[in-house]
């Protein structure tokens, strides 16, 4: 295989804690929109002299987290501009405010870190009110118009993991951004490339162009001034690719997104009494929840040891100094720690039977433990904290969970959850707002409980390792 772009070292720090713990963060309680100024003709703007990268977004939030990432790291190393489509969703954004990642993330930060040029789609392609109100009046009706047809751009997207037409949120992206997809099998490979036999079995046995290498040795030579790819989400990496490590964990929240989340964790905090400090606490109220799932998670039913101290504060998000161009100035964050707990609950087990055949009593505990299981590990943090702190640690539930029974047993627990409905939380930032704060929740926790199946868990543990170097605790159903 070819050789890949080489990028200097840069340091990976999140974003710090708020310098007032205490006081809510002053954060404009509007959320953005498509802008509203366009071309006399709308196509999609780039430099005279600047190559990008496109994608088509695909499936939901965190998935398109890993799209985003996989479609960096290929611009990266293809020398391109990525073009970042919006935050798109049609079960949720109903209102089809087609949010930017930079509502959430710091990506001039990460322009800086990652080495990766990025342009977001309302700047690339920004529409007139007119052209807008075309587009949602498309999506809505699911049925094109003679005035969206008329105004539509033509775009032609390389197949990748065999991805070869317009299905789910990618629709809705299209329609909205006034795009006429077309969908063309990637080039060959070139002779110049070799491989050895068991990376180019594995090539050659996925679904279409699979792999991140095989995509950057076909497109490296592209003349192509804007390419685009029907998929990146599930692309595949190598031993000696990381997009994590490259990519991934330069994307750091906004700080008004981290100290929202910690203002509704420290909202939470009650002094601790003296049965909260009692190492069996878990235990005694195990009684009072059931080793089995709720109905509602049913498928298809909607039902390093420090010095003990009597405060902890919160280590530095990275032992290396930023580039005086990145430093966040804060003061450190005095706070009662706190463990936080992913219960995924939802259409995770539908998804996870469904790679299984049949559904049995195992597979639907596979995929969603019991709250008992949670607790178990719950426990084994506080252990963990412990050696820290002797202050009680704080636990935060961050749930999709709509079972009352579940609801019961973390109330019966002791543990919290964030009402992000009283909260406003999507007043504050906007559609995706109770989201990304339950995400940065879980990446600023000082001990992570997670359900190992769920993809947001799985970021979550990666920011927990990468940025602050802690290992995430997974309840297992067949060792508990």
């Not at 192509?224 to 599930?234: G, I, N, P, Q, R």
């Not at 509602?296 to 909607?302: C, E, G, Q």
Request: hydrophobic share 35%.
């Amino acid at each position: 295989m070819g050789s890949y772009r080489q990028r200097p070292p840069a340091p990976s720090i999140p974003s710090t804690a708020p310098s007032n713990p205490r006081t809510a963060p002053s954060i404009p309680r509007t959320a953005p929109s498509i802008p509203r100024t366009a071309p006399s003709i709308p196509r999609t703007a780039i430099g005279v002299n600047e190559r990008s990268l496109g994608y088509l977004p695909y499936a939901g939030l965190t998935n398109q987290f890993f799209a985003f990432q996989h479609a960096a790291w290929t611009a990266f190393h293809l020398n391109r501009t990525l073009i970042l489509p919006p935050i798109t969703s049609n079960k949720h954004d109903h209102q089809l405010t087609f949010q930017g990642w930079s509502h959430y993330f710091d990506i001039p930060r990460f322009e800086k870190l990652s080495g990766v040029r990025v342009k977001e789609w309302a700047d690339a392609k920004p529409l007139s009110e007119k052209e807008i109100a075309i587009g949602v009046d498309v999506t809505r009706k699911h049925k094109l118009s003679p005035q969206w047809d008329s105004l539509a751009e033509n775009i032609t997207c390389q197949i990748t993991r065999n991805f070869s037409s317009l299905q789910g949120v990618d629709k809705t992206f299209a329609n909205l951004f006034l795009l006429r997809v077309s969908f063309v099998e990637p080039p060959p490979r070139p002779a110049s490339v070799h491989l050895d036999d068991a990376t180019e079995n594995a090539i050659d046995t996925a679904s279409g162009l699979s792999f991140l290498s095989d995509i950057i040795d076909r497109y490296r030579d592209s003349e192509e001034k804007s390419l685009y790819l029907s998929h990146t989400y599930s692309l595949k990496g190598s031993h000696s690719i990381r997009p994590w490590e490259e990519i991934g964990q330069h994307i750091h929240f906004k700080q008004e997104v981290v100290d929202l989340a910690l203002h509704l964790v420290q909202s939470l905090q009650s002094p601790p009494s003296p049965s909260q400090t009692n190492t069996t606490q878990n235990s005694l109220s195990l009684s009072l929840v059931k080793a089995t799932p709720s109905p509602s998670l049913r498928p298809n039913n909607d039902t390093k040891n420090t010095n003990t101290t009597e405060v902890t504060t919160r280590p530095s998000p990275s032992q290396k100094a930023l580039p005086s161009q990145l430093a966040q100035p804060s003061q450190p964050t005095v706070t009662r720690p706190y463990i936080a707990v992913h219960l995924r609950r939802s259409d995770i087990v539908s998804k996870c039977v469904n790679r299984t055949i049949g559904i049995t009593q195992e597979a639907i505990d596979a995929c969603a433990p019991s709250i008992a299981h949670y607790a178990v590990k719950v426990d084994q943090a506080r252990t963990q904290l412990k050696r820290r702190t002797s202050v009680e640690p704080l636990v935060v539930v961050t749930t999709d969970t709509t079972s009352q029974e579940d609801l019961d047993a973390i109330v019966a627990l002791g543990w919290h959850r964030v009402d992000h409905v009283q909260a406003e939380t999507n007043q504050i930032l906007g559609l995706f707002g109770a989201a990304m704060v339950d995400a940065a929740i879980l990446a600023h926790a000082d001990v992570l409980v997670g359900t190992a199946v769920s993809t947001m868990s799985q970021v979550a543990q990666f920011r927990q390792r990468s940025w602050f170097q802690r290992q995430t605790l997974f309840p297992r159903h067949d060792i508990e």
